[in-house]
């Protein structure tokens, strides 16, 4: 399978960030991935498709979405946009930005969070946009760079303490998890992410951190915001994914390979979390990749 392009960006090592403001009619950036994080902003482009790892969503009017992590792959592409007047600003900056000192200051917690999230992807809702767009919408045509970076700042903290953002590809194609969990969960998560092809039970995770099946079935959803068997499942998905994605393997063997014991099953459910059906899916990465 083709390699995912590259992204050199033109970041320099003397900038904070990178901003540009473009209008544009179409959007044709190939599918890609680079090591800085990307802040990226559309408007008037109701009908556009964004890729961000195994997420594929249509966009609405507004857009706002925190790419995190050198290995995550996006784009966004015409789908069945027709607008003439699209709107895009992209701010990119690299993960050390802040240095280990100060992002770990009391100051910076809700930042440091949000960037652990975005390694999978943040998308924010309308109300979010809303509360930054004043500044955003100004911020590309700001000529003093130290009033530029504050209003940067700005940006991020709002962005960080909106509680409704919302995290787009999975952990197991992201090839990444959360750990700021407890430990019972973190346990958990690590059993399934090294036995998801196997048979996995309420039973035997209850068993694993010493609590009854009922128990743990409360605390898990409590902790998590998903039963464990729809987590089993999102995280089994996440593997073939990536295995479509990786692999010249055929549907049938990711299937079983990834913990499933039943193809029509696995389609049906495939496309019901993902929008595409597995076959589907691996065409549209491999239209959107390129050779490099």
Same mark, same amino acid.
Not at 1 to 25: A, G, Q, W
Not at 119 to 135: A, D, Q
């Given at each position: ?25 179409e959007f044709t950036y190939p599918l890609h991935q680079h090591k800085e994080f990307e802040l990226n902003f559309i408007e008037k482009g109701k009908g556009m498709r964004r890729i961000v790892g195994d997420s594929v969503e249509e966009i609405s009017d507004y857009e706002l979405v925190l790419i995190g992590g050198e ?33 770990? !200051? ?114 898990? !959803? ?51 979390? !993902? ?18």
């Open positions: 399978m083709n390699k995912v392009f590259t992204e050199i960006t033109p970041l320099s090592d003397k900038d904070c960030f990178h901003i540009v403001e473009r209008y544009k009619t290995n995550l792959e996006h784009v966004w592409e015409q789908g069945s946009c027709k607008s003439e007047a699209i709107r895009e600003i992209t701010i990119q900056f690299s993960g050390d930005l802040f240095g280990e000192e100060l992002i770990g !200051r009391n100051q910076f917690t809700s930042i440091r969070r949000m960037l652990k999230r975005a390694e999978h992807g943040l998308s924010f809702p309308l109300r979010s946009i809303m509360k930054i767009y004043s500044v955003l919408d100004n911020i590309a045509k700001e000529g003093e760079r130290f009033i530029q970076f504050l209003q940067f700042m700005y940006i991020l903290y709002e962005l960080s303490v909106s509680d409704e953002a919302r995290v787009l590809a999975s952990g197991s194609f992201a090839h990444t998890e959360k750990s700021t969990e407890s430990r019972r969960v973190q346990k958990v998560k690590q059993y399934i992410n090294d036995n998801y092809a196997k048979s996995l039970t309420l039973n035997d995770m209850a068993g694993l951190v010493g609590m009854s099946p009922v128990a743990f079935s409360r605390f898990f !959803r409590q902790r998590t915001g998903r039963t464990l068997s729809e987590y089993i499942v999102d995280i089994r998905l996440g593997y073939a994914a990536r295995a479509l994605v990786d692999s010249t393997k055929n549907i049938s063997e990711i299937c079983y390979e990834c913990g499933f014991n039943n193809l029509s099953n696995f389609n049906r459910t495939f496309k019901a979390k !993902r929008g595409l059906t597995p076959r589907d899916f691996r065409a549209m990465y491999k239209k959107n990749k390129v050779v490099v």
